[in-house]
């Protein structure tokens, strides 16, 4: 399953270009659109009475007539629910012809619990908020107890951004096309979705080159040829040298949990940079993992200097103010002058809350040429609002399109997290990512994932990739652990998902 992520708008071009080029004319792509979902249907609900198959104005519906047909020549009791006519000379307007059920109104729609609804309303072509009369006939697909299978997305959906337009319905099973689209990662359309499946209907993959999406699912596929592995010729210090930073005596936990989770990312020395009211706590609890007495930036960089370090994080616990912005702007003219990951989360984040283009002004200076540093930003929502607040507030933009131009505009990799952890680049990139579990939502996992993504930086994995892996990595370690976890379980559990991504080198996903 190919992993780029097309737009409603690009998808549409990938149709023209794959209509364009062959085999496939639009008839036939709808016809291998239609023939997959009434497949679906006849395969998992093979006991419904009747099928009642929502056909909307444009070719969704068209999709809708096709699957309409295969299930009565199948033998399935199926009604079409329908107002108005296709577009004359559309595609959905030949499938309508073909198919010879009578079409019933949505008045008419009155499905029940044991039957099976085909949702065909709308798909990539939706543009505006829904109303009458589509808006009362998903309330009650919506309310009657039915499955609901959506062709390509949910009516009312966005496919772009995810998000609601007016009111949408809730799949049980949503078949789509060639490649998925934001919307069904994005949430709440990923809930909407229901299981969503991917049906290859003939278009041709070669049309990607010329769409050039820039948008990614997040797997191993995406960044996988990056993770470092240490080889024969390695030690400590080849394999990367990560500094945390510390808080004060009474906040040194998320130091430490991010340090530990550096070093299980495969960071050949970690170093706890603390300062001195501090140290005693610090040295009670560690040790693999080095400390070293810290006061001030400058203190700092002269021992990033000396023990060659390669990757920085600081944020976690370290306490918000004008001390922790000395500290970034510091660490950040270090990033400008060498190869150099700086990691910033947290009280990092929200210290800039007052004066963003400080920061961002300073991550400029980093740049983004070879042998030179790069910079990460891993907010909360919360945290997000304090750096970005017109962005949080843009009502209608997607939080894929929202982490887009925060990293434009910070020149970082900036990592949104959430249930959909949206990883994007100040050169356009992005990806979502999609293997968390809410048990992740623990005190102390942010910090967890900040060491992970410091770990992988300071190994030399680019910034964008080094982010996008350490995401999948912290989510897959929660995932497996489930119910009852704690931050403290996850850099114990990263040895083994490590060991799977390494064993299935090669493979596809
Ligand atoms: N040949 C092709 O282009 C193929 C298209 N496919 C299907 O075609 C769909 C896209 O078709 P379309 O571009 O026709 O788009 P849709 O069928 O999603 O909807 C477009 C129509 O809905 C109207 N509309 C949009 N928002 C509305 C709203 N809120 N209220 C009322 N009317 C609204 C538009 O004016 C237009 O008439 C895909 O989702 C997919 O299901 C597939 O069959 C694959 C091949
Ligand atoms: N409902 C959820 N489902 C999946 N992942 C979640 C959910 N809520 C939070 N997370 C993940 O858990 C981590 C929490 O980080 P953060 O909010 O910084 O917490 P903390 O500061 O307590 O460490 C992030 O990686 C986030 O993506
Ligand atoms: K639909």
New binding site residues.
Partial sequence: MGIELLSPAQMAEADRLAITRGPFDGPALMQNAGSAVAREILSRYPQAQTVHVLAGPGNNGGDGFVAARLLAEAGVDVRVHCEGHPRPGSDAEGALAEMRLPLLGFDAFAPQASDVIVDALFGAGLVREIGAPHAPVIERANASGAPIVAVDLPSGLSGETGLVLGIAIRADLTVTFFRLKPGHLLYPGRDLCGETILVDIGIPADVLADIGSRTFRSVPELWRTHIPWPDSGSHKYARGHVGVFSGGPSATG?ARLAAISAARAGAGAVTVLSPRQAVQVNAMHLTSVMLKRTDTPEEAVMFAADRKMTSALIG?GFGVGERCTEFVLALARLAAGRPFGLVL??DAITSFENAPHRLFEALAAIGSETGRGCAVL?P?EGEFRRLFPDLADAAGLSKLERARRAAERSHAVVVL???D?VIAAADGRAAINTN???F??????????AGIVAGLLAQGMPAFEAAAAG?WL??EA?ARFGPGLI?EDLPGLLPAVLAGLRDSQGSSS
Avoid at 440 to 449: E, M, P, W, Y
């Fill in positions: 998320a976690p989360d947290a891993t909360h997290k959430g249930p952890t968390a579990t809410p992740l939502a623990t005190a102390g996992s942010g910090d967890v994932l995401v912290h989510a929660g931050a």
